[in-house]
């Protein structure tokens, strides 16, 4: 058995992303890579890991790849929380009840028109059979020009179309038949329960959606959504009735895309969020403040790159080299105002 002495924080630096398998990913996105190795490790002997245990784990390899060593544990912290549930809505993780966390199966999804594979699933990048060049990462995506041929074997492959599930009718039609189909329960509220409500009615014109929350209700007398955080910072997400600001009945929202009602409300409102550029041509950049449903997000992922600055973590950075007005045509059918922002606006 052979010890080898770093010497120098590079070197230290380079033999963790060796070891992470991380090839090219920047330094910044390496989080997403770190909690995929973590919670494939921890999730092996039970088939999950819980949440507390994968942070504490991740936190000193998160801190020492982004450079950021004088950054308080809490936001290291609270950004390996957000990205968990990045992963989420990626394909790569699961959340179960009570914390605990999964790796989701892997696959491979062909992109269009010929241009490569999206490897999808919890898998480390570090197991995978493949020259560490040709896997590219893209936020928390990762993408192959070439499908190895040592692996297609063992990984499924899937069509575009399957994977990214976008809902055929429209936003309107898909959130009435949502609130129609879910029956309320007669509630009474405690004092543990603490809920905010989606308001975009009384929000700022084409404000970003996290700053849609109110934590009260005022004199509302309707239907509303509702979030509160449960234990381990998950969110849990009711379709609430309220008279004059207080929950009369509520029902759970499980298995439905609370993103994708959030944007049916939104329009509802008359008061849209806005996707700016910050270039336009071959390729093009667009800037989101808001999260996309799930269904839009995977299908940005098979044709655009995603980037989240550090310092601006509530950013999305898409660069699309192919397909723009594909996915400038998801955006309006959610009702999102494409352009530039007004100049009253404007910082």
Known sequence: MSLEV?????????????????????????????????????????????????????????????????????????ELRGALSTLEDAGDLIELSGGYWAPATARFVVLPDGTGYLLVGGVPSALLQVDRDALQFHGPHRHLGKLPSELAAAIPVESFASWTRLPSNSLQEWAREVVESLERQPYSPTSADVFEFYLPENSKTGAPQFKRWSEGAGNTTGTLLARRRRLYGAREYRLVEVRSGRIVSACELQDVDVRRLMYALDLAAKNPVRARPLRLGQPSEWLFTSELPRPEQRAFAAFGTLTIPDDRPFERRWTFLRNEELALGMLRSLGIAVGQQPKEDRR
């Open 6 to 78: 770093l010497r120098s924080p590079q070197k230290a630096a380079h033999a963790v992303r060796r070891a992470l398998g991380l090839g090219s990913c920047p330094s910044s996105e390496s989080r997403f890579e770190i909690l995929r190795a973590t919670v494939w490790s921890m999730a092996a002997p039970d088939s999950k890991a819980h949440i507390n245990r994968v942070l504490s784990a991740a936190l000193a390899a998160w801190q020492f790849l982004s450079e950021r060593t004088a950054v308080s544990e809490e936001t290291l912290r609270a």
